[in-house]
C-alpha cells in the first residue's frame, strides 16, 4: 500500500485521452496530485467536469483539435495561472473556469464564438481580457467577481452581452466596446453599471 501511494505522489504530469478508457482510468488516479496535464491530439472536447477541483493543477496543454471546453471542465482548479486557447476551440461553455483564483493570463481562441454563463467568474486575477472578433455570445456572469480586471475589450461581433457579465469587476479601468452588431445600447450600460466603474468616461461605446 505504502509503495502505490508512493507511485501516485510521484505523477505531476500525465497525458488524457478522453477517447481511451485506460487513460482516463489512469487521469482519475492522480488526478488530486497532477500539477500538469496533456490532451492527447485528436480531442473534440474538453469534457464537462474532466479538471473540475483538481487543486494543484498549474498548467494544461490543450492541442489544436479541441473544439469545445465543457461545462465546469477546470472549475475550482485554484492553482491554475494561465491558460492558452488554441484557435480550433470555438465554445466555453458554463463555469468551465469557474473559481480559478490565481488564473491571470488567458490567450483566447482566435475563432471563439461563444462564451458561456459564470465561465470566468470568480478569476480574482486575471487583470486583462482582450476578446477574439468573431465572437458572438457572452454569457451572464462570463466575467462576473473577476476583482482585478482593469480591462476587456470586447469586438464589435458581439451580438448578445448579458446584463450581468461583468458584475462586481469594481477593479475595471476601461472597458472597449466596439460594437458594431450590437443594437441594445441600454443593455450595455446596465453592464457598465454592474461592474462597478463609478464613471461611464472610462469606456468607449463605437457603434
Known amino acids: 500500500m505504502e509503495k502505490s501511494e508512493n507511485i501516485r505522489t510521484a505523477v505531476r504530469t500525465v497525458t488524457v485521452d478522453f477517447n481511451d478508457e485506460e487513460s482516463v482510468d489512469i487521469f482519475n488516479s492522480v488526478r488530486e496530485e497532477l500539477v500538469s496535464a496533456d490532451i492527447a491530439e485528436g480531442a473534440y472536447e474538453v469534457d464537462s467536469f474532466a ?14 483539435s479541441v473544439k469545445k471546453i465543457g461545462a465546469y471542465a477546470f472549475a475550482g482548479c485554484s492553482s491554475l495561472d494561465s491558460v492558452y486557447m488554441p484557435d480550433g476551440v470555438v465554445s466555453v461553455g458554463n463555469g468551465a473556469f469557474r473559481d480559478c483564483t490565481k488564473l491571470k493570463y488567458i490567450t483566447f481562441s ?39 480586471l482593469t ?11 448579458a446584463n450581468d457579465a461583468l458584475l462586481g469587476c469594481s477593479s475595471l479601468e476601461s472597458i472597449d466596446f466596439r460594437g458594431e ?19 461611464g468616461e472610462v469606456w468607449t461605446y463605437e457603434p
Open 151 to 161: 480591462h476587456i475589450g470586447i469586438p464589435g461581433s458581439v451580438e448578445s452581452l
Open 181 to 199: 452588431r450590437y443594437t441594445d445600447r441600454a443593455a450595455f450600460n446596465k453592464a457598465v453599471t454592474d461592474s462597478g466603474i463609478a464613471s
Open 51 to 64: 479538471f473540475e477541483n483538481c487543486k494543484k493543477l498549474e498548467s494544461v496543454d490543450i492541442p489544436n
Open 110 to 148: 482566435k475563432n471563439l464564438k461563444e462564451i458561456g454563463e459564470e465561465a470566468f467568474y470568480s478569476c480574482e486575477r486575471l487583470e486583462s481580457a482582450v476578446l477574439p472578433e468573431g465572437l458572438a455570445r457572452i454569457g451572464a456572469q462570463a466575467f462576473a467577481e473577476c476583482i482585478f
